[in-house]
């Protein structure tokens, strides 16, 4: 962490300092260090730095407290990355108006070559499966798996790169303050293999407007999006715009013309997205190629005791099972069943399709 972090924090949290107004006040200044000593005159002279802007920043700069800010971080384990610093993703440096600051849980290399995956947040079972098969094979290939940790396809997209590689999750709030929270739990495995990634200071809540500026990060993280799974008006569609500003590729799976899931995609296609069936089309298009063969072979999960060997031996591929079948035919208990089932899940050897219905995943 750089030794003028406090600096960078303090303008950081700042009332009307967003991301265009802190890097104009650094360009003008060469630090945050010198940017918060200026008087109202000096500041006013700043591009998109009004008289009114200069006098709460003058006003409010000694009342923001930087150090609850920094122990939180600091408990949780986490870092902080400043736009100057060497680690800060070089691809993320270049789109127009980058975040200042990343607040980071995880130990991963930013500048690797990332893809995103993102779709909406209520996926079909086909979304689901085929989310996960691509975002897998991706990892596996030796790329990082970027999305947006909400339900539905971002989730699928985490696990799915879990299962062959590493992830990283773009929040569109602090890191102390997980959304969805019951993206807890894949939280902890992303910061083992990845990073949790945010611009927001540490306690943000979930807001409204936060989610569109996190999708520009996870585009600009990205040689590409693929948007698996989302209909008109899709946020992930949102996503595939910035992407589109920043030079990056983009992708679209093919769906269903029912139900009106996939009519975001099948618009992007229309628009000249890279139509996308697999991991392979993926690096395809962005002329890269898979690093080695990979073991296909079904996976077993030797972890699991007699009762959750039997719950496993039950699924089937492509033919979900709804947990009140699966109690029945086992004859076992539903706490027994819930926490086999979430052992399974997590360790990518089985998915759920939503309305607890749960089926083996693709190996």
Known sequence: MRKDVEDWIRLHLLPGVGPIR?????????????????GVRELSSVVNIDKTTAEKIVSEREKVK????????????????????????????????????????????????????????????????????????????????????ARGIDTE???????????????????????????RVIVERIVENGAVISEFPVYAKPERGHFPRRNRVISGLSLGVVVTEAPVGSGALITANHALNQGREVMALPGSVMGGKSGGTHMLIKEGAYLVEDADDVLECLGLERQGEVDREEKIPTSLDENGLKIF?????DEPMHIDDIIR??????????????????????IQTGGLMYMRARH
């Open 66 to 149: 930087v150090e609850g800010e920094l122990k939180q971080v600091e408990k949780l384990g986490g870092d902080i990355i400043c736009f100057l610093d060497d680690e800060y993703p070089e691809l993320l440096k270049n789109i127009a108006h980058p975040p200042p600051i990343l607040y980071i849980m995880g130990d991963i290399d930013l500048n690797q070559r990332m893809v995103a995956i993102v779709g909406t947040r209520t996926p079909t079972v086909y979304g689901r499966t085929m989310t996960r098969e691509i975002a897998r094979g991706v990892a596996e290939s030796g790329l990082v798996v970027v999305s947006g940790l």
């Open 329 to 350: 035919e086992t004859g076992l208990s539903s706490s027994i069943i819930s926490s086999a089932l979430l052992e399974m899940e997590l360790s990518g050897f089985i």
């Open 313 to 317: 031996n039950l699924l089937k591929v």
């Open 157 to 183: 997209a985490h696990k799915g790169a879990l299962e062959g590689g590493q992830t990283v999750a773009v929040l569109g709030s602090g890191i102390a303050n997980i959304y969805p929270a019951e993206n």
């Open 22 to 38: 802190f890097l104009n006040l650094i360009t003008h200044f060469g630090s945050p260090g010198e940017a918060l000593k200026a």
